[in-house]
């Protein structure tokens, strides 16, 4: 069983910036089966959407369009911390924020939450116009 516990959330004037963090902590042997994790994010009445996504051990990354350009997602391998670099940040981009991973590969495009097995419990970004 692999956790994941986020933080970096809060509350940012437009075109502001946020970084967010999603530590994971467990068996070395589980987390070392992570081959993809991503961010999501979801606000109320709206469904789950995909923000970004990285192959920690390939280094490739995926950004949704609603995100691209305004957000750098990396990993941190020595601390086995996923981050998320969002800058002008926009009102539309307040929600629930999570950190999630699976055991096989990210794709580009593709942001299914179905196949992610872990999920942190998310931390809240509020973006204020």
């Known amino acids: 069983q692999v956790r994941l516990a986020e933080s970096g959330g809060g509350s940012v004037q437009s075109a502001e910036s946020l970084r967010l963090s999603c530590t994971a902590s467990?068996?070395?042997?589980?987390?070392?089966?992570?081959?993809?994790m991503a961010w999501f994010r979801q606000s109320p009445g709206k469904e789950r959407e995909g923000v970004a996504a990285?192959?920690?051990?390939?280094?490739?990354?995926f950004s949704a369009v609603s995100v691209k350009g305004r957000s750098t997602i990396s990993h941190d391998s020595a601390k086995n911390t996923l981050l998320l670099q969002m800058t002008g940040l926009k009102h539309e981009d307040s929600a629930m924020y999570y950190c999630?991973?699976?055991?096989?590969?990210?794709?580009?495009?593709?942001?299914?939450?179905?196949?992610?097995?872990?999920w942190g419990q998310g931390t809240q970004v509020t973006v204020s116009s």
């Open positions: 999630a991973a699976r055991t096989s590969y990210c794709y580009p495009g593709e942001f299914d939450a179905s196949t992610y097995t872990s």
């Open positions: 990285i192959n920690p051990t390939l280094g490739t990354t």
């Open positions: 467990g068996h070395p042997d589980m987390i070392g089966r992570i081959l993809c």
